[in-house]
Each structure stands twice: as C-alpha cells, then as structure tokens.
C-alpha cells in the first residue's frame, strides 16, 4: 500500500517548446553557460544541442534531447524539442518525461502553425504552461500584440482558466537575458528571471512514500559500450545500478532484468550514478535491456505495475521506399540490398514512434508512413549519408474511413507574404481545395493569411509558392485533422521530360531542348532510358534523346557560340525532387545523387499502359 504524498523540491523537469526557429537551443546554449554547467573556457559550437550533421546543416533540431543544469540547490531537467510537426513524436514523447513546459514565441512573427501544435499537446497533457517572449531585441519586435496573439490561441484551444493564469517573461536568448517587461531585457544582466520563474512555478515531482518502483522507457539511445540505452522518467520510487527490475511491454508480457549500467545527465555529457540512487522525477539512461522499446515500463519486480504507454498522432503521409533497380544502381553506395535496406527501416521504428513501416505486394519495397514529407525526407537522407542506394515514391496522403466516408488529413497552413503578391498565393491555394480560416494585416506592407488544405495539396506547395513570390513566401503548417476526401486536385501542371535511350548528354542535344522547358542535367552526364532529365513546358510528358550528336561534314564550324548559350541545369535537392515527383515517377537516391525517373523505364511499356488507360477513362466519362 503507497504512503503518504512527498515532494522532491531540489528538482524540476521542464520542456521547452516552440515553433521552428524561435530560439529554443539557443536559450539552452545561454542556460548551460550560465548555470555553469560548462566551463568559462570550454569550447562548444552554437545550438551546442543540435548534435547531429543533419540538425546543423539545416538549422532545425529533429530528435528531443535532455540535459541538466543546476540553479541553487535545485536541479532543472531540461528537455529540447523539435518545433517542426512532422517531429510531432518527439514532443509527444518530451512532456511525458516533465511536470511543466516552457513556451517560447518569436516577438515579430508571434504564435504559427507548430506554436498551436506544442500548445496543443501541452495543454492535453494538463501540464502547467510559462511563456517567454523571445528575441525582444529585433528592430520589428511587437511584444505586447504578440502576447495578446498567445492569449488569444489559449482561449481557441479551450485552456481552462487555471491554464489562462500563466507567467509571462520577455527573453534575448542570444544574448543571454531576461526580464519581466520587453523595456528591461536589454540591462538584464543575466537569465536569473527565467530560472527563478522556472523554479517557482514549474511544480517539484511528487511520489507516494514506499511505494514500488515505476519508470517509463520515453526515448532510446545507443552506446558503443553498453548498447542500448533506455532514457526514462521515474516516477514512482528508487532504483540503483545492479538493481533487478520487470521490464513490462505493453502487449502484456513481464521479464526479469538486471539494469547493468544507470546514468544521469550533466550539461552535455552522461555520468555514471555509481552508487548513487535514482528517485521520483529523475530522468536517467538505463542500461541492460538490449531489446527494450520506446513506452515499455521498468517496474519493481516482485510487484509490477506498468504504467500508460506514450500514445504518439497517426502518421498523415506515406512513401514507398525500395531498392534501387536503375541501371545505374550499384555505382555509389555500399548498402544495395532488400535485406539491409529493410533492418534499417526496422531499426528507424524502434527509435522514431512516429514512422510506421508496411509491406507491399513487391518483396523489395515498403510503404514507410510518417507525419509529413520533411520527416520522411530527413530518413532518406540518413539512409544516403550511411551508404545506401534506394528508389523513393512520391508522398502520398493516407486517408482513413470515418462512418463509412473516405477521410483525408487537412493541415492548417500559415503563409506570411508581401501584400502585393497576395493575389498569386490565393490563386495557388484555391486550386489546391484551400480555403481561408483568417487574414490580417501587421503593416510594413507583409500579409499574413491562414488556410485550411488538404495535405496532399501541400506536396510541392513550397517551390511553387516561392517561385511564385519571388522567393518572399514563408510558409509554415501542421496538422488540423481529419475531412471528407475533397476530389482531385492537380498539383503539378508541368510534364516531364524523359531520356529514351542510354548515353552521355551532349551540349548540341540539350541545346536544343533546353527550349521545351527547364533542364536538370548538364553535358556529359550519363542518363538511361526512363529518366526524368527536365521539366516540360507542357503538361504531356516527353521522350528525347539527350545523347544525340551532331552530324559530322567536312566543313569547320565554331560551337563555342552554342556552349555560351546553353543555361545551367536547374539542380534538385531532395526535398525539391520529392516535391516534383507525379504519381508515375521516382527519385532514385545514392550517397552522391539524387535523380529523377519513371517507374516504368522502358518507352514502350509506358506506352502500352497509357493505352489501356485510355479506354478504361473513355467508359468512366460515358457513365458519368
């Protein structure tokens, strides 16, 4: 029988979270220094949390990580979370390890998209909520709208008036200040105001006294030492390094295990806890349990009481992942295979709760399901980054049945955008089953409308948008729910252009072609028959040969006139290839190269397939 209700009051556990780019690692980076969890001269890179190549190269933190740093006596837990939905899994994951959450909000561009989505799962999870204006100190920064911008989505996500009572500070990460009004923040000499708002307002753990022990497994990790590690919130109880524990799985089965190794985090690095115990409201890494999974429990073993495993959104987007079957597959990467390609789909599933992984009517590919494109993209990266060469299909929409009606998921889209081309984005939009759920106007000539759209009309929604506005579009969106299926919407008016044979490009052939539309390979680059090598002015496709020479004669001529006027290829990165792609077409990707092709090769084949199609649409018409 559980004693009496304790407090642990010498520690805290905290999110921070935020929409992308709001300065969540950065006001980490500020906490560690100050807290003197790093040493004055210790050497660190900027967003020292991001510490994967992927999350530097592109600004974005993608895996929620933890540290801890010490303000006083007290402890703060701190975890860092991706802002971008399509890491939704990682938040989810985040606030089951807290008791409260930091919400962090840009001064000029206020609550977006994945602001209302954080917002969102901290208030369902009942966790009290701080908010810290940031970056104060830009020369367009309008705190006191911004404020009433946050109080105004609390009200609209239904806060209660208990979560409407929330503390307010005013933050320069960058530089290291905070204060309770904008006015002050720029003599603030340092970030006690956040740590002491932290520490008063975020509540301590509390536990019942004897009662037996219960941790949940939230996030895993990997040691070259010791293997795989379990990063777990205690949360009720005491366990030690050789303690024996149950490891309870959520299907129901209990297995005796020995935690071989504990671990607690200081700053950026894990200490070995030794003797030391770890209790109520620790967040430590366990070692010991190879095959341990993301929402399992280690509980007392001689009373076991599994704790709610972490429930995590349905993935809104799917991609069929296979080997690559080009002929030009094997050049560039060391991992080719069915096999090696399917254990690292398996092994993302363990770590990443929010990608699902099916099979297909095909033993060399599989249907991945994720929250959106970017993080489906992030996977394949690290697949090319790690050797592999695999083919990749166009991101797809799931649907689900909903009272016998087909459902689509519809995202709520933010795009900010000078005034004058407000027209174009509206336009854009409209055809792709958009419909207006706000305007408004800050002055200084920018717009900013919301939409509610369909995910499968944002699929290359970002390339248009910015070619569109001349590169100004900013656009941001998360998932709203779930709707009726709105019908077709054609996203791509363009056709492809398509290699008919097997060579090297020539200057005189793409000369001539670089008319018909833009082009995506330049001279002397090897393309195969099937291979998307540009797109066409045309909504039809075209088949061409990139590789034709000119006719030799016995006169002299100069082509240095015709090298001079060929234009540079347009070069895809993947996220662009993948936004390209239309329903009949792949990107096959390789350590060094992303390139674009039908998935039927062969001319003729897709011929005939276009003649069976034809009939079958003529009968459809007929009937309709």
């Known amino acids: 029988m559980a004693g009496e209700l304790r407090t642990r009051r010498e520690v805290r556990n905290v999110?921070?979270?935020?929409?992308?780019?709001?300065?969540?690692?950065?006001?980490?980076?500020?906490?560690?220094?100050?807290?003197?969890?790093?040493?004055?001269?210790?050497?660190?890179?900027?967003?020292?949390?991001?510490?994967?190549?992927?999350?530097?190269?592109?600004?974005?933190?993608?895996?929620?990580?933890?540290?801890?740093?010490?303000?006083?006596?007290?402890?703060?837990?701190?975890?860092?979370?991706?802002?971008?939905?399509?890491?939704?899994?990682?938040?989810?994951?985040?606030?089951?390890?807290?008791?409260?959450?930091?919400?962090?909000?840009?001064?000029?561009?206020?609550?977006?998209?994945?602001?209302?989505?954080?917002?969102?799962?901290?208030?369902?999870?009942?966790?009290?909520?701080?908010?810290?204006?940031?970056?104060?100190?830009?020369?367009?920064?309008?705190p006191k709208e911004v404020l009433d911008g946050v109080y105004d989505l609390f009200i609209d996500l239904g806060a209660t008036e208990g979560q409407l009572d929330f503390p307010v500070a005013y933050a320069n990460a960058r530089s290291g200040q905070a204060a309770l009004s904008p006015e002050e923040v720029a003599i603030a000499p340092d970030l006690k105001v956040l740590f002491e708002l932290l520490v008063s307002y975020i509540p301590a753990p509390v536990y019942h006294e004897g009662h037996p022990f219960q941790a949940l497994v939230a996030n895993l990790d990997a040691s070259p030492y010791v293997g795989r590690l379990a990063i777990c919130r205690v949360h009720q109880g005491w366990v030690k390094k050789g303690d024996l524990a149950a490891w309870c799985r959520p299907e129901g089965t209990t297995q005796r295990v020995r935690i071989s190794q504990l671990y607690f985090t200081e700053a950026l690095e894990r200490v070995d806890a030794g003797e030391r115990a770890a209790g109520p409201g620790d967040i430590v890494a366990i070692a010991g349990i190879p095959e341990v999974m993301i929402g399992d429990t280690l509980a007392d073993p001689d009373d076991p009481r599994p704790l709610p495993p972490v429930r995590v959104d349905e993935p809104a987007i799917s991609m069929t992942f296979g080997v690559n079957t080009s002929p030009l597959a094997g050049r560039e990467g060391t991992r080719l295979t069915a096999r090696l390609l399917k254990g690292r789909l398996d092994a993302e599933t363990v770590g990443n709760v929010s990608v699902r992984v099916l099979p297909t009517g095909r033993p060399d590919t599989w249907e991945v399901q994720g929250r959106g494109e970017l993080a489906l993209a992030v996977l394949v990266e690290l697949m090319r980054r790690e050797g592999?060469?695999?083919?990749?299909?166009?991101?797809?929409?799931?649907?689900?049945?909903?009272?016998?009606?087909?459902?689509?998921?519809?995202?709520?889209?933010?795009?900010?955008?000078?005034?004058?081309?407000?027209?174009?984005?509206?336009?854009?939009?409209?055809?792709?089953?958009?419909?207006?759920?706000?305007?408004?106007?800050?002055?200084?000539?920018?717009?900013?409308?919301?939409?509610?759209?369909?995910?499968?009309?944002?699929?290359?929604?970002?390339?248009?948008?910015?070619?569109?506005?001349?590169?100004?579009?900013?656009?941001?969106?998360?998932?709203?729910?779930?709707?009726?299926?709105?019908?077709?919407?054609?996203?791509?008016?363009?056709?492809?252009?398509?290699?008919?044979?097997?060579?090297?490009?020539?200057?005189?052939?793409?000369?001539?072609?670089?008319?018909?539309?833009?082009?995506?390979?330049?001279?002397?680059?090897?393309?195969?028959?099937?291979?998307?090598?540009?797109?066409?002015?045309?909504?039809?496709?075209?088949?061409?040969?990139?590789?034709?020479?000119?006719?030799?004669?016995?006169?002299?001529?100069?082509?240095?006139?015709?090298?001079?006027?060929?234009?540079?290829?347009?070069?895809?990165?993947?996220?662009?290839?993948?936004?390209?792609?239309?329903?009949?077409?792949?990107?096959?990707v390789t350590p060094s190269s992303v390139r674009l092709r039908k998935v039927t090769l062969s001319q003729a084949e897709r011929a005939k397939a276009r003649a069976r199609a034809r009939p079958a649409q003529l009968s459809e018409g007929s009937s309709g």
């Open 15 to 142: 999110a921070i979270v935020a929409h992308v780019d709001h300065g969540k690692t950065t006001l980490v980076d500020a906490m560690l220094r100050q807290s003197g969890a790093l040493r004055p001269n210790q050497q660190v890179p900027e967003r020292a949390m991001d510490n994967t190549d992927l999350e530097r190269e592109k600004g974005i933190t993608i895996l929620a990580k933890n540290t801890a740093v010490h303000y006083g006596d007290v402890r703060v837990n701190i975890v860092d979370t991706p802002g971008h939905a399509d890491f939704g899994g990682e938040v989810e994951r985040a606030l089951t390890m807290v008791d409260g959450v930091l919400l962090l909000v840009d001064a000029s561009e206020g609550p977006l998209p994945q602001t209302r989505f954080v917002l969102r799962k901290s208030l369902e999870a009942r966790l009290p909520i701080a908010v810290v204006i940031n970056k104060v100190d830009r020369p367009d920064a309008r």
């Open 388 to 588: 592999f060469e695999l083919t990749v299909g166009k991101p797809q929409a799931l649907t689900k049945v909903i009272g016998g009606v087909a459902h689509e998921p519809v995202e709520r889209a933010l795009v900010d955008v000078p005034e004058e081309h407000l027209g174009a984005v509206t336009q854009i939009l409209a055809a792709r089953k958009g419909r207006v759920a706000h305007m408004a106007s800050h002055g200084s000539g920018w717009a900013r409308t919301e939409w509610l759209v369909p995910a499968r009309g944002l699929i290359g929604l970002r390339s248009q948008l910015l070619t569109e506005t001349r590169g100004t579009a900013q656009l941001h969106h998360v998932l709203d729910g779930w709707e009726p299926w709105q019908g077709e919407i054609r996203t791509r008016q363009s056709g492809s252009i398509v290699a008919d044979r097997r060579g090297r490009c020539t200057s005189y052939a793409l000369l001539g072609l670089q008319e018909r539309g833009t082009l995506f390979v330049g001279p002397g680059t090897e393309v195969y028959e099937g291979m998307v090598i540009g797109e066409n002015a045309r909504p039809e496709d075209m088949d061409v040969n990139p590789a034709k020479e000119r006719k030799l004669t016995n006169m002299r001529s100069s082509t240095a006139e015709e090298l001079v006027r060929l234009t540079p290829p347009r070069v895809l990165s993947l996220e662009q290839a993948l936004e390209f792609l239309r329903e009949d077409e792949c990107a096959e």
